[in-house]
């Protein structure tokens, strides 16, 4: 009996110290939470020459939107996710149908206006087409009539765009988001103020020159004459036997002596 409670004592007191022992030890620190692996970095704005590039069968527009700047301008304006743009965009086959020339023929500064008037300042869907207000704004000019008028009409699903010069047909859509949209047309689109040569406006009307009178000469008055006398002396008339005359009278009587005396023999 005795052991008994010596044995339950001794357990007991070997529990209490592993007790002591466990409470006086630092508790473990929590795990931090795994961190998540990055994902991929979002996309930046829509790249129009890498859009075009993808697609294929567009190298001169693609020329043309890098050496004028263009294709940079419009990737940084589209980093504003508030600006919006539609691009109609000509095929290779498209400029290859133009006169010979016709590019080479502009400046550095109309090519670039050449490029813009492809671009329209707002994302249109096909759709909205059907309901736009002509001439429509592009990134060219404004759409004051003569400047860079672009008209555009939707008739079902095909839409006809009109220059002025040109009369093309959106044949597809290339790409498009809710910032940017490409539009295939099936033609370059050529502007009046580039290729039509502008007609010089009128001068003026001028006021007509007021009419110069020339003052009438005075009369003079003509000085009287003296008066001459009209009593007239009778001149005689004093007749002269002219030579002639007296030629007359002897040449009538000469033929009659000769007839006389020719009688005068037969007698």
Do not use: C, W
């Amino acid at each position: 009996m005795a052991k008994q409670a010596l044995f339950s004592l001794s357990l007991l007191l070997v529990l209490l110290f592993h007790s002591t022992t466990t409470l006086g030890q630092p508790a473990p620190a929590p795990k931090l939470p795994a961190v998540a692996p990055a994902g991929p970095a979002p996309p930046g704005p829509p790249d129009v020459t890498k859009i075009l590039q993808k697609i294929g069968g567009f190298t001169i527009l693609i020329r043309l939107l890098k050496s004028t700047g263009v294709s940079d301008q419009l990737r940084g304006q589209l980093n504003d996710s508030n600006i919006r743009f539609t691009l109609f965009a000509a095929n290779d086959n498209a400029f290859a149908s133009l006169k010979a020339g016709t590019l080479n023929s502009l400046n550095n500064e109309e090519k670039v206006r050449l490029v813009q008037f492809h671009i329209l300042p707002t994302y249109y869907t096909l759709q909205n087409f059907q309901t736009v207000s002509n001439p429509l704004r592009t990134q060219a000019g404004d759409n004051k009539p003569g400047d860079y008028p672009l008209n555009v009409t939707s008739m079902g699903n095909q839409v006809n765009i009109s220059t002025g010069l040109v009369n093309a047909t959106v044949s597809g859509t290339l790409y498009s988001n809710f910032q940017l949209a490409i539009y295939q047309v099936d033609k370059v689109l050529l502007p009046l103020d580039l290729f039509v040569s502008k007609v010089p406006s009128p001068a003026p009307a001028l006021a007509p020159a007021p009419a110069i009178i020339k003052p009438k000469p005075k009369k003079t008055p003509i000085a009287a004459s003296p008066k001459t006398s009209t009593t007239t002396t009778a001149t005689p008339t004093v007749v002269v036997n002219s030579g002639a005359e007296s030629l007359a009278t002897h040449g009538i009587l000469v033929p009659i002596g000769v007839a006389v005396f020719i009688a005068a023999l037969f007698l």
